[in-house]
C-alpha cells in the first residue's frame, strides 16, 4: 500500500514562497496519478496541481492559480513537490499529498482534474498559513 508523507507547511505573510515536499513509498505496479490538493475554509477539497508517474513529464495545474504553483517529480527519489509563490490569505488551508492509481491504463491525461474523491491514498496533511 502507498504511504505518502507531506512536509513544508508553515506561516508565511502574503506574497511570500513555501515548498512542499511528498515523498511516496510502497508503489505497486503501474501508473499513479499523485497530486497535491487543499482543503480551504469554507470550500471543498480541491485539486491543486498533479503529476503522471509513468516516466514521463505530464503535469497539471488549477487554472485558477494563475501560474503561481510549479509541481516537480524527483526521478530518482519520487518525491513530489510543490512550489508556491505569490501567497495570499486565501491560500490558507490544509495541503494534503495523494495519489491514485491508473488502474484502466487511461495515461496522463486521466490525472488531469481528478476528483479528490478519486484519490484511494492520503497523507496526514501539512499545514499552510498565510497572514499579516
Known amino acids: 500500500q502507498v504511504q505518502l508523507v507531506e512536509s513544508g507547511g508553515g506561516s508565511v505573510q502574503p506574497g511570500g514562497s513555501l515548498r512542499l515536499s511528498c515523498a511516496p513509498s510502497?508503489?505497486?505496479?503501474?501508473?499513479?496519478?499523485i497530486g497535491w490538493l487543499r482543503q480551504t475554509p469554507g470550500k471543498e477539497r480541491e485539486g491543486v496541481a498533479s503529476?503522471?508517474?509513468?516516466?514521463?513529464?505530464?503535469?497539471y495545474y488549477d487554472d485558477s492559480l494563475s501560474g503561481r504553483f510549479f509541481i516537480s517529480q524527483d526521478s530518482a527519489t519520487n518525491t513530489v513537490d510543490l512550489e508556491m509563490s505569490g501567497l495570499q490569505p486565501e491560500d490558507t488551508g490544509m495541503y494534503y499529498c495523494?495519489?491514485?492509481?491508473?488502474?484502466?491504463?487511461?495515461?496522463?491525461?486521466?490525472?488531469?482534474?481528478?476528483?479528490?474523491?478519486?484519490?484511494?491514498?492520503w497523507g496526514q496533511g501539512t499545514p499552510v498559513t498565510v497572514s499579516s
Open positions: 495523494a495519489a491514485a492509481r491508473d488502474r484502466f491504463w487511461e495515461g496522463a491525461h486521466w490525472c488531469r482534474g481528478l476528483h479528490p474523491s478519486e484519490f484511494e491514498y
Open positions: 510502497g508503489y505497486g505496479y503501474g501508473h499513479y496519478c
Open positions: 503529476v503522471y508517474t509513468d516516466g514521463g513529464s505530464s503535469t
